[in-house]
């Protein structure tokens, strides 16, 4: 149960950024006793791919914040994002601070899976908010809203090492984030077309 969770906040946290949990955990199993990544992924921890993970990382941390070009790294993000989310799912097995669950180690294929979905559900979410947030405030909330974002990653991975019973309250709060942003996007569509009329109503062009 704990590894799952782990698993969950670290696909979560790449959903908002594929690198920050990425460099964490190699971090951490390369310095520290809390990862032990199993020996398939443990090319996470070398040098060679800390470096590149962390150059990625500060690319996509500056870019992420800049109106226009966000929205194509987020479609750029759209593959990367959920296939950290399986890798990371995967490198959760090998958390010293909770459970070492055999079920996970002997079908990894199931957690790479479901860390796909957590990433790309979570990807998703902040996809689709960012149009809204860039039109409602002219481009201005794009760095704040980026910069809270990364926070939140850091945070997340975090959360999910050290305290996997915590990852509950977050996917909670990602529901009710990814409901409220539907509702608000049906009522804006719904807000744009009463403003437009009806179809029949509306001029044609040239009259």
Known sequence: MLAALTGTGLSAAAGLNAFIPFVLVGMLDRFTNLIDLPP?????????AIGVAMLLLVGDVVLDKVPGIDHVSDVIQTAVRPLMGGVMFAAASGAERVEQSGWWREHPWVGVVVGVAV??????????????????????GTPFVSAAEDVGSATVSIVAILAPLLVIVVLVVIGYVVYRLFQFRRRWAERSAARLGPLSERPRPGT
């Open 40 to 48: 398939s992924l443990g090319w996470i921890s070398s040098w060679w």
């Open 119 to 140: 990433a790309g559900t979570v990807h998703a979410t902040k996809a689709l908010s960012r149009p809204i947030v860039s039109a409602g405030t002219l481009g201005v």
